[in-house]
């Protein structure tokens, strides 16, 4: 039987693909385009602060990176501590230089809070919006 934690990071890697322009085969791999670092990134957050909501205690960093590392990468946990240090940030709007702006920008916050919301939506119990929804809302 699989645990929760694995069933939590499933829908949230679900929920990054589908909002984010990065596949989960980009995200585990090496690439470093802005939308694959988006999701990578994203998701590292997601997986480290939604899994203590749901369960009880946050993942840990070598666990995430565990999960966002494919068969030719291996991710090490400083690279996730990062990447949620990163993406609290942006969150908090305390963005230093240009780049990062330019990186975890209003576009990016806009994307992460349709998916938190929707990994929110399916922990508690309630169906996920689809497309021909009334109130669905797509990415563009």
């Known amino acids: 039987m699989r645990e929760r934690t694995d069933i939590v990071c499933d829908r949230i890697l679900k929920n990054i693909i589908r909002v984010f322009p990065a596949s989960l085969d980009d995200m585990k791999s090496e690439r470093q385009n802005r939308g694959t670092v988006q999701a990578r990134a994203s998701a590292a957050w997601l997986m480290r602060n939604q899994t203590e909501r749901t369960i009880s205690g946050q993942m840990s960093f070598p666990r995430i990176a565990r999960r966002l590392s494919g068969p030719d990468t291996s991710r090490d946990h400083t690279t ?22 330019n990186m975890y920008g209003p576009e990016f916050r806009k994307r992460l809070k349709i998916v938190a919301r929707r990994s929110r939506s399916q922990f508690d119990g309630s169906r996920m919006a689809e497309p021909g929804d009334v109130g669905f809302e797509p990415v563009l």
């Open 80 to 101: 996730i501590m990062n990447n949620v240090q990163q993406v609290g940030n942006a969150q908090r709007g305390k963005l230093e230089g240009r780049r990062r702006e």
